[in-house]
């Protein structure tokens, strides 16, 4: 497998995709409330993307019509965006965007709750985020990919959630998707080794109940098959001769989840 070493010019680039991205999550999660479609969403957002002069690179990706994925509920990742589907109080809304920065991408994606919502609700969405903190205290140079796989996995599976398995992690630079494939499980194999330059977008998905996903009639929406609620953390990453840097958090999010500064 070859999996690209970042040169600090690229390294450069990335930083900026990954701290635009995170204003931009931040400023649209913000503005979610009862009552917006989910194309509204999709609407504010790639107008935040274009006022820092990025590129949102879901648009038109393999034929993905929108710039944000909206998944709400029991839809697990890359809901589309509609003029009629309303959000409302009580939901949990899944927002996955990325942009394109001088060629280079950041790819990142936050579970909002909107209004008050069920403890449990709450517990699926502070865990999902969890699950992929653990994976980073494995994200170092010198251990294998599928550490953080297994950091991610056990944690979220010790609460008898379902770790959805038909998609995962990629490695990500001038491409979206690059190698290599990053499975948010155990894995018999223990993947690539890990060195610094590589970069990486780390996406658990999690479901409250089975880790079985089906794909929705309009082939993109992927939804729980027991229809219980599902959650999505991503950022992308730097490995680092030390700790990793998280390139898709804001300064306050460092602070709040104990992660090194830029
Ligand atoms: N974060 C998503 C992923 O890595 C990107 C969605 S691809 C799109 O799979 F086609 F939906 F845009
Ligand atoms: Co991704």
Redesign the pocket.
Known sequence: MKVSIKSAEEIALMREAGKILASVHQNLAKEIRPGMSTADIDRLGEDMIRSYGCIP???N??G?P?SV?VSVNEEV??GIPEKHRMIEEGDIVSL?A?VIYRGYHS?A?RTVAVGNISTQAQLLIERTRESFFRGMKMARAGRHLHDISRAIGDYAESFGYGVVRD?C??GIGSS??EEPEIPNYRKFRRGVKLQPGMTL?V?PMINIGTKDVFWAENG?TVVTADGALSAHY?NTILITEGEPEILSLTEEEKEAFGMAKA
């Open positions: 690179s879901f648009k990706y393999l993905y929108a994925c990742v890359h996955d990325g790819d994606a998609l992690g990629h979206l998707h977008a996406e993109w991503e």
